[in-house]
């Protein structure tokens, strides 16, 4: 599965705003940039300012510990795709020194697996999960520059590849698959944010989360050619820990709730 997702995908074109798809490939992807970072995470800690690790995040700008379902889906964006007001974020990586490394972009793929021929059913609205981390065994999540393998580890240098791909990424791999509740609706979130998703696996998800929900993958790139030498780690390593192994990212779906679905059923149902 983790070498499949690491396929560059080609032939992509453009359909609206920043999106992107390829049609044979069953994804669609948005570019979105950094738009501030702070010490909070409205989904672990919210209505809770300064209680979180250090966080970058990407796409809607009013995202904050005191963000609510509608003051999100009433913010900006600055992901290219004007109707993705969604919440992404990570922690924020740094130099040796403590000092902040600027992410230069975070590209967000939504594609039809584990099974290309079965129903994608959109994320409902409000829906929330984290993934990645040493927190959950067989995660998906690591570090690489352009088209190498994941690394555990954020202590890598792309310095010496082909020039405008020298930049390390952080790439993380969300669960695809949901719960359904007592009424037969999407669970959109658990106590630990991350139970109500799991890891489909041979074309098909598990009997206990049997909704095939888009699945995303994130790749952040970052201001940094050599994180050996920059001594690169992130904010929410604890002392002991392999410089970047705690790699994780948080979505909260606040997109355009009409234009995911258009999307979903157009290029993932299609």
Same mark, same amino acid.
């Given at each position: 599965?983790?070498?499949?997702?690491?396929?560059?995908?080609?032939?992509?074109?453009?359909?609206?705003?920043?999106?992107?798809?390829?049609?044979?490939?069953?994804?669609?992807?948005?570019?979105?940039?950094?738009?501030?970072?702070?010490?909070?995470?409205?989904?672990?800690?919210?209505?809770?300012?300064?209680?979180?690790?250090?966080?970058?995040?990407?796409?809607?700008?009013?995202?904050?510990? +005191?963000?609510?379902?509608? =003051?999100?889906? #009433?913010? /900006?964006?600055?992901?290219?795709? $004007?109707? @993705?007001?969604?919440?992404?974020?990570?922690?924020?990586?740094?130099?040796?020194?403590?000092?902040?490394?600027?992410?230069?972009?975070?590209?967000?793929?939504?594609?039809?697996?584990?099974?290309?021929?079965?129903?994608?059913?959109?994320?409902?609205?409000?829906?929330?999960?984290?993934?990645?981390?040493?927190?959950?065994?067989?995660?998906?999540?690591?570090?690489?520059?352009?088209?190498?393998?994941?690394?555990?580890?954020?202590?890598?240098?792309?310095?010496?590849?082909?020039?405008?791909?020298?930049?390390?990424?952080?790439?993380?791999?969300?669960?695809?698959?949901?719960?359904?509740?007592?009424?037969?609706?999407?669970?959109?979130? +658990?106590?630990?944010?991350? =139970?109500?998703? #799991?890891? /489909?696996?041979?074309?098909?998800? $598990?009997? @206990?989360?049997?909704?095939?929900?888009?699945?995303?993958?994130?790749?952040?790139?970052?201001?940094?050619?050599?994180?050996?030498?920059?001594?690169?780690?992130?904010?929410?390593?604890?002392?002991?820990?392999?410089?970047?192994?705690?790699?994780?990212?948080?979505?909260?779906?606040?997109?355009?709730?009409?234009?995911?679905?258009?999307?979903?059923?157009?290029?993932?149902?299609?």
């Amino acid at each position: 599965m983790r070498r499949s997702w690491l396929v560059i995908i080609l032939g992509l074109t453009v359909i609206t705003g920043g999106v992107t798809t390829a049609q044979a490939e069953g994804v669609f992807t948005t570019d979105c940039f950094a738009s501030h970072r702070a010490p909070d995470d409205p989904i672990v800690y919210p209505g809770q300012p300064g209680a979180s690790h250090s966080h970058d995040f990407f796409g809607n700008t009013t995202t904050d510990a +005191s963000s609510t379902y509608a =003051s999100m889906i #009433a913010g /900006g964006t600055n992901c290219e795709e $004007p109707g @993705d007001t969604a919440g992404y974020w990570a922690p924020t990586l740094l130099a040796r020194d403590g000092t902040p490394i600027a992410p230069r972009r975070i590209k967000v793929y939504y594609r039809d697996t584990p099974n290309p021929s079965g129903h994608v059913t959109p994320f409902p609205p409000d829906f929330r999960m984290i993934a990645g981390g040493m927190a959950s065994a067989g995660v998906l999540s690591g570090w690489n520059c352009d088209g190498t393998a994941l690394a555990p580890t954020a202590l890598i240098d792309c310095s010496g590849g082909t020039p405008g791909t020298t930049y390390v990424r952080g790439s993380i791999i969300f669960p695809m698959c949901g719960q359904l509740n007592a009424a037969g609706n999407v669970v959109k979130d +658990s106590g630990d944010h991350r =139970s109500h998703v #799991a890891y /489909g696996a041979r074309k098909a998800c $598990p009997a @206990d989360h049997p909704v095939q929900l888009p699945a995303i993958k994130v790749n952040i790139r970052y201001g940094v050619s050599n994180c050996i030498a920059a001594g690169c780690h992130l904010s929410s390593d604890m002392p002991g820990d392999v410089p970047g192994s705690t790699l994780h990212a948080d979505f909260w779906n606040t997109w355009d709730q009409a234009t995911l679905e258009q999307l979903v059923n157009t290029q993932l149902n299609a």
